[in-house]
């Protein structure tokens, strides 16, 4: 499987806002819940956000209400809306399908940072 192609992170301050993106292959898409996971150092990734094939959508706790999850069907691809950053959501943010025997290797990610 051709690895998922992470964009959009960068620099914030806290209460401001970014938009991930997530380029997969269309097999991938068409055929697969996704979700948006993360990795803060020192601790293990952890899933933020699902999204199913018929658009329904989960989040963890401490995302909800700042956090929306989307597909895009026309480019393969799976955003992060995130609002509201905080210092403590700063981690290398990845995507990959909610089913283990659809993926393949992970991304490189895209690093989040909030700071002032």
């Known amino acids: 499987q051709v690895q998922p192609v992470e964009s959009g992170g960068g620099l914030v301050q806290p209460g401001g806002s970014l938009r991930l993106s997530c380029a997969v292959s269309g097999s991938i898409f068409r055929l697969n819940a996704m979700g948006w996971y993360r990795q803060a150092p020192g601790k293990q990734r952890e899933l933020v956000a699902t999204i199913t094939l018929r658009g329904i959508t989960t989040y963890v706790d401490s995302v909800k209400g700042r956090f929306t999850i989307s597909r895009e069907s026309a480019r393969n691809t799976v955003h992060l809306q995130m609002n509201s950053l905080k210092p403590e959501d700063t981690a290398v943010y990845y995507c990959?399908?909610?089913?283990?025997?659809?993926?393949?290797?992970w991304g490189q990610g895209t690093q989040v940072t909030v700071s002032s």
């Open positions: 990959n399908p909610l089913n283990a025997a659809s993926r393949g290797s």
